[in-house]
C-alpha cells in the first residue's frame, strides 16, 4: 500500500525529470555565462542570485541566502625558476590562500608524499621547497589528502611546497591551502604559512628528471591577497505535510576553483539539487517532512558555507533528519552513481533494499570521510551520504579533471544529471516518508570515538576544535 503510493510519487517525478533540460540550461548558465564562482567573488555572488530566482521560480518557499562572512584570496602573479643544475622558467599556479613570497631554495623530493616519506626525509625538509605528488588515491584506495601533505611539509619546516598533478595533460593542480591558525576567522589566520603552488604532471615529472642529477634549486615568486569578504548558501523549502519540523537537507556546492568552469565539481551536483527541488515541487503537501534544497557557498575554500549551516540549524535546534550531499553527481556520462556513507555502516542495507525495491543499480558503502559539505554535519552525529557519479574518464587519478583548468561543462552531460536527480528525488521521498528510518543521531562520544577510529581526530582538532 505504501509501496505503491512511493511509486505514484516516483511517476511524478520522474515523468517531471526525464521530459526536461531545466537542469542542462542552468549549468550552462553557471559555467559559461558566469564562470569559475570562486567563493567571495562576484562571481560566486551572481551564481547565488540565480539559484535564488530559480528556486523561486520553481515554488520552493522560504527562498534566502544565507549570507556568512568569511576569508577570500586573490590570485597574484607567479613565477617559478630553476636555478641549478640548467636555468629554466617553468609555468606553475598559485594555490588559494598562498602568501607573497619571494625565495631561493634546494628541493627535496617525498614522492607520492605519503606520511612515511614525510618521516624518512624530516631531517633533509627544513629550508628546503617539498616537491610531493598532490592526490595519489587510485578509485578505491584511500590516501592521504593535499593539506595533509602541506601539513606536514609545514611541521618539518619546509619554505615551499609544489604539489604535482598526477594526470597528464599539462593541466595545472589546484586547491586550497591549510591557514597558518586553521582555528581563526581573520585574514592574517587563513591565511598559508608557506606557499604551496601547483605544476603541471609535465613540470612535475621534469623537475624529479632534473633533481636525480644532484642539487635542484629554485626561485619562487609570488604575490596574492588573502582578505575579508562574504559568501552565501542559498537555500529554498518544500515544507513537510505531518512533520514540517523535521528536515531532509540535500543539494551541492555551487562555487568552484578560479581556474575553472567547476562544471563536474560541483556545478553538475548544483543543478542536480536544484532539479530534485524542482520535480519535487510537484509533490508540493504530499511528503510529511521538510525537503530542504541548499546550495552550499565556498566548499573549496575549507567546506565553510556547510560548517556555517551546520552551525546555525544546531544553534535553532532543527531537527535535521538525514544530509544527503551532491558533490560530485551528475557529472561524466551517468549511469554509475554511488552512495557514500560517512560513518553509518548500519545504513548500508537500508539503502541496498531501497536499490532493489525501486529498481535502480546504485553502489552503496560507509566511509567516514572529511573532504565535502557532509562532514560539518557529521561532526554534529547527523546521519548523511554523498551521492556522487563516475567522471567521464577512466584510469584517471584522484580528482581526475576536478581542480584543474579541464574542469569544464564537456565533462558533463544531461542524462548524467537527469540519472542522478532521478536517483536524488527518490531517495529524498523515502527519506522523508519513512516512519521506520532506522539512522540516528550519533552522540559527541561516538562522532570522537568514529574519528578516532578513521585516524581524523588530529585533523578536526585543529581545525574545528570547538564542534566535538
Ligand atoms: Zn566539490
Redesign the pocket.
Known sequence: MERERLRELDRVVLGEIWTSDEAWRNLVYLCDDLGHRFAGSEQEWRAAEFLAERLRAYGLENVRLEEFPMVTWERGPCQLWVIEPLERELPSLAMPYCPSAHLEAEVVDVGEGELPDFDRLASEIPGKIVLTDAETNRPGERKSHRTDKYNWAVQRGAVAVLFVNQNPGQLHITGSLTGRNPNGTSAVDREAPIPGLGLSYETGMFLRRLAKRGTLRLRIATENRTCEARSANVIGELPGRTHPEEIVLVGG?YDGHDIAQGAS??GAGTVVGLEVGRALSRLRGQLARTVRIICFGA??LGLLGAYYHAARAAAHDERIRFVLNL??AGRGSGGQEQLVLSGLPELVPYFQAISRELPYDFAIRDELNAH?DHFPFALRGIPNATLSSRDATSGMVGRGW?HTEADTLDKVTLRSIQLAAALAARLVIRLSEDEAFPGRQRTPEEVRQQLAEAGLLERVRASEGNVI
Open positions: 556546492h565539481d560541483d566548499e573549496e558533490d560530485g565535502s576536478g
